[in-house]
Each structure stands twice: as C-alpha cells, then as structure tokens.
C-alpha cells in the first residue's frame, strides 16, 4: 500500500575521533522486520542514533518515514517508536504515570493494549520505576513504544538482559506487529538465534561499514560449510565462492557463501558432508571474511 | 507541540516539587527568623539566600546534567521533538520551576521589610537588587547547563556564581549611593538602583537568549 | 489467537531449516485429512505472526508448497489446500482460466493466429510430458 521506504539510508558517513561510519547504505520496506547484527563497537548504535535524530551525517543522506533526519525528526517521531537499552525512565514516577504522559502525547495509544503488556510483562502500573530491575525497565519502555502502535520500531539491543520467558514473550509481541503490512522493525541484537528466527532482512555491520545485506531466507542458503576428504596426494582444486578452507591433513573444511548443487557435483566423491549454517557462524565466517579481503 | 510542551513543563515541575516546596518552606522559615531583626535578620537572610541559590544550582544541574546522565535524555529525546524544542522546553520549563519558589520568598522578603517596624524600609532597594541578582545567577547557571556536557564546567560555573554573591554583595554596599541609603526609613530608588537593576536584567536576557541561538542549533545531541 | 495453529512447532535446535518444517507439518495435516482440500490457509502474516517466525520463512514455505501442488494461492483471496489427487478443483480450473486468458492476450499482442496458438500450446503440452 504505501510505497514509500520506512528507512533509506545512502552512502551516510559519521566520523569520530577513533571512529568512523563510512558508507552506509540501508533499506527497511514496510511489513518487514531487519535484523542490525555486528561486534561490539562495530557501529549498530551509531546507526539506529543517525536514524532516530540523535546524530547528523557528515555525509550522505538519512530518511525515516520519508523525512529527512536529523531535520525533521519532530514530525519523523510521531510514529516511531524508538527503544535503547541506555534509555531510563523517570525515577520518581510510577509506571502508570509513564503511561498516561505516553498516552496524553500520542494518539495511536492504546490503553487496553498497554494494560494487557502490563500483565503480560508481568510488571505493575503503580510499582516506581526506580524499584524495577533492569530486565523489568527494558520491558517497561518497550511496552510504552509497542503500546502507541508505530509504523517503525527501532530498538537498540531491545532483548538484552531478559529472561528467556520474556524473550518469548517480546518475540511474539514483535511478530504481532508485523500482522500490518504497512508496519516495520529494526533492531539490533547480539542474539543471533532471535535474529535468525524473526528477521526478514538481516545486514552485518563490522568496523563500520556494512558487509552484507540479504535476505535472512537468502543467507542461510548461500552458506554452506563442507566437509572433504581429499584422497592421498590429490591437490585442493581451486574454487571461486570459497570464503575459507581449513586444512587437516587429509581432511578439508571449506566454508561458502555461495552454495549451489553444481559445486557439490564438481567437488565429487571426496565431499563428505554439506552443513547448513547458522546465523552465527554466518556471521563470524563473513565478518572474518571481509576483515581478511580489508587486510585488517 | 504545544501539549507536549506543557506535558514537559509539567513532568519538570512534577518530578522536583519536593525541591520547590522544600525550599519555600526554607526559605519562609528563614524569612520568620530574620523578622526578629539584629543577628536574628543577618542569620535569617543569609539562609533565605542560600536557599534560593542553593534550589536553583541543584534545580539546573539535577533536571538538565542529571537527565543526561541518567539516560532519561534519550527517553526525552525520542519523543515527537527537535533538540531545539527540547532546549526551548528545559529553558521555559526551568526558569518557569526557579520562578515559582522564587517570587514567593522575593515577595515574602519585600513584605518582610516594608511590613516589620524593626526593619528600615531604606534597606528595600538592596533587597529587590538582590533578589534580581539571584534570578540573573540561576539564569548563568542554567544556560551553563544547557551547553556543556563537562561536569567539571559546571562545578566551575557553581563555585563562580557562588563566589559571585559575596562579590555582589561587596559591591552593592560599596556603592555609597545604595549604602547610604540602607537605614534610611523611606526607599530611595535612585539612578544607581536602576543602572544596577538594568545591568541584572541584561544578563538575565543574554543567558536566556543564548540557549536559542547556540544549544538549539546543535545537530549532534549525543 | 495463538492457540489456532499451536500444533505447529517451529524448532530451532531442529537441524532441518524452518521453512521446510512449516512445509511438512502442513503436508502432514494435509494428508491425514485434517486440513482438506479447500480449506483455507492462514494468510502469511497471520501464520507468521502466530509461529513468531519471519514472513519471508513462511512465504519460501507457501510458495515451495504450492510449487509442489499441496496448496493453491489465489492472488487477492489467499491460499487453499489443493485437491490431493491432482485432478482439476474448482480452483485449479479457474487458475487454468485465468492462464488461458492471459495466453490468449499475449497472442494477439504478438499477432499469432489461431492455429500458430494453438501449435505453441501443443508444444508446452509435449514438453511438460517428457518431464
């Protein structure tokens, strides 16, 4: 229905004293949820600031909803709901008091919505928020984003330190909001498993640049780790779309991003066995992968 | 915007009315000590003062520094707002905060003095002067806050507005025109008052001012 | 709400990807009858939402199905269970229709005649035979 992109990001530069965000360039349509996913340091907070106001580009161009950011995050907020793990609440007022201040401010809340979050969170309106724990918090501030209906969520580590319960139960609330085509997410996460289950898009940021952007479906069918016995003296064929090979005596591990039956074919007899991959070992073997080819 | 802006206004006002009720009440009790008069009057103003500085030091970095540190910037700042409505909102929201206790103990101080027979209404000028000088100090204090994230700025900016109403004082009363006029029984506002007076008003402008044109235009916030 | 399709379990530690288990525990259902032929499909979101699986995982899922014949997608309407044995349902002879039609326009914007149609068609029908 709406054709315009939720986030479009194009060649965005950032620079700070040790370091630098260098051409980024990032798309989120709506009805999908993408997947930030890098090391520590590697830029993912740096870019969901760009996205949500906090930053400026020194180069490039950033667009949420369709407005430009920085410049016109006012009008760009009113239908995002943004959440970091650094972000707190007030401390000397209540949870309830948080809710009706989100409620007086935006028109798309929801209150019987936020009161079954409330339950289902298992917190409680007129607890302060000073005496929640910071797994009870994280949930807090979600539930106030997810409790406004946004058309864009963008969430910085929005599962870190939560119980596997919660997980769960934040999962399902994602997904829920994904019922609506017109709505979008964009989260980063250290948790590879909820990335690989949830995303539609994922994209790799390591030492800030963006490495890879695909299709979740796309990734986990591109790679491919192999298990070869070489016979006695026989050479290693050379191949394009390996990314790495480890060598064990006889026996050989070859890890591709471009997996295609042909190459099993062409490797022949000596291919022992052909493992899929998951999300993590994708991620680890490119990030390497693009670390080698930078000479880092 | 603008029922965000007074939803703003209203949680600042909301998340420190222990601070401003505290201070009202300080500074009423310490206005009732001083209307004694004698040792009473210097023991009593002296904390009638420092409760107004003290409020508006604690106010400024509390509600400005503190939400910085805290993280509650980032919640504050993914609301529907630009960094120059937020720095517009603190401004109006916090001097609006330091107004409130502010013109209660100043006119409390007035009353004090034109009311008690014990105390000479000559001594009225000074006491408006000081209680200009006091709003013109929370303003320094305020913009200090807007525009520097370095918490050892700020100690700086504390420890020179403080030293300041020392200064303030010695310089009032070394001004033979105001000093003289200290035990007179009618008020004397003479030219000196109000160049004084102008000068107050002045740096309350440039320092409210300022926030506008330089914290507002700042497109990295983080 | 999420109880309607908590039979189907997506597992992660599972080593088979998830979209093949969505598509074999439909086929599972499919075949033992529980889901007949003609029953309507979750729609994509709904069943995503519903699993807390990626919509793209669910559509690899329904389209792959559908490339088996297990299920029809009538764009617009949504997806059905196709007729098990493969013969002609309602909804496979209106999707015939619906290409036939399509065939027919494209013929005429190409200006092929009648009978240079209906030669092309004999050579499909030939080649989906060899296969």
Redesign the interface.
């Known amino acids: 229905m709406t054709q315009t992109k939720h986030i479009e990001m194009r060649n965005v530069r950032k620079a700070f004293r040790f370091f630098t965000l260098e051409d980024l360039s990032l798309d989120l349509e709506p009805?999908?949820?993408m997947g930030l996913v890098g090391p520590n340091g590697a830029g993912k907070s740096t870019t969901i600031?760009l996205l949500?106001?906090?930053?400026?580009p020194d180069a490039g161009e950033v667009r949420v909803l369709g407005h430009v950011m920085?410049d016109n995050?006012?009008?760009?907020?009113?239908d995002?709901?943004?959440?970091?793990d650094?972000?707190?609440?007030?401390?000397?007022?209540t949870l309830e008091w948080h809710m009706q201040?989100i409620a007086?401010?935006?028109a798309g809340w929801d209150e019987q919505y936020a009161r079954t979050l409330v339950k289902r969170f298992n917190l409680h309106a007129k607890q302060n928020v000073s005496g929640l724990s910071s797994g009870e918090h994280v949930k807090a501030?979600l539930l106030l984003a997810l409790a406004r209906r946004p058309r864009l969520l963008i969430l910085d580590e929005p599962t870190s330190g939560l119980d596997p319960v919660a997980r769960?139960e934040l999962?399902?609330e994602f997904?829920?909001v994904?019922?609506d085509?017109d709505r979008s997410i964009l989260f980063s996460s250290h948790n590879t498993?909820d990335v690989?289950?949830?995303?539609?898009?994922i994209a790799f940021i390591d030492r800030g640049r963006l490495i890879d952007s695909s299709?979740?479906?796309d990734f986990?069918e591109r790679w491919r780790r192999i298990q070869l016995q070489l016979p006695a003296g026989a050479a290693m064929p050379e191949l394009p779309h390996v990314v790495s090979r480890v060598q064990d005596g006889q026996f050989v591990t070859l890890t591709t991003n471009q997996y295609s039956p042909d190459l099993i074919s062409f490797l022949g007899a000596g291919v022992r066995e052909v493992q899929?991959m998951s999300l993590e070992e994708i991620f680890v073997a490119n990030v390497m992968h693009h670390r080698e080819l930078r000479g880092s | 915007m603008n029922m965000l802006t007074r939803k703003l206004i209203a949680k600042d006002f909301y998340l420190n009315r222990w601070l401003l009720v505290g201070t009202t009440v300080a500074g009423l009790v310490a206005l009732l000590i001083a209307a004694e008069g004698e040792m009473r009057f210097k023991i009593g103003m002296i904390t009638w003062l420092t409760a107004i500085v003290a409020f508006g030091v604690v106010l400024a970095t509390f509600a400005i520094a503190n939400e910085r540190k805290e993280r509650t910037l980032q919640f504050v700042l993914s609301l529907p707002l630009s960094h120059g409505d937020y720095v517009r909102i603190k401004v109006i929201g916090l001097m609006l905060c330091f107004l409130a206790p502010w013109a209660v103990l100043s006119a409390g101080a007035v009353a004090l003095v034109a009311i008690m027979p014990n105390l000479p209404d000559g001594m009225l000028p000074i006491i408006v002067l000081l209680c200009g000088f006091m709003l013109a100090n929370y303003a320094v204090v305020l913009c200090s806050a807007l525009h520097t994230a370095s918490e050892g700025l700020m100690t700086l900016v504390i420890i020179v507005t403080n030293m300041g109403i020392t200064l303030f004082m010695f310089l009032i009363l070394g001004l033979p025109e105001l000093r003289e006029q200290l035990m007179a029984p009618v008020p004397v506002w003479n030219s000196t008052f109000w160049t004084v007076l102008a000068v107050e008003f002045a740096a309350l402008l440039v320092t409210m001012s300022l926030p506008y044109f330089v914290a507002a235009r700042r497109r990295d916030f983080i | 709400m999420h109880s309607m399709y908590s039979g189907i379990n997506i597992s992660q530690t599972d080593a088979r990807p998830m979209y093949l288990q969505i598509m074999e525990q439909i086929r599972a259902r499919v075949a033992a009858g529980d889901w007949p032929s003609g029953k309507e499909l979750p729609s994509i979101r709904a069943l995503a939402a519903a699993l807390s699986v990626s919509v793209i995982t669910v559509k690899r899922a329904y389209l792959d199905l559908e490339n088996d014949g297990v299920i029809v997608t009538r764009h617009g309407k949504g997806s059905f269970v196709a007729d098990i044995n493969g013969l002609a349902g309602e909804l496979q002879e209106e999707k015939l229709d619906e290409h036939l039609t399509a065939v027919a326009a494209l013929g005429q914007q190409l200006g092929l005649s009648e009978e240079e149609l209906a030669t092309r068609l004999r050579r499909a029908i030939r080649n989906v035979d060899k296969k």
């Open positions: 009805g999908q949820i600031r949500t106001g906090l930053l400026a920085p995050q006012a009008v760009a907020k009113r995002i709901g943004f959440v970091s650094e972000m707190r609440l007030f401390g000397h007022a201040f007086s401010i935006y501030v769960h999962l399902s997904m829920d994904l019922r085509e498993v690989e289950r949830i995303s539609d898009r299709d979740k479906e986990l899929r």
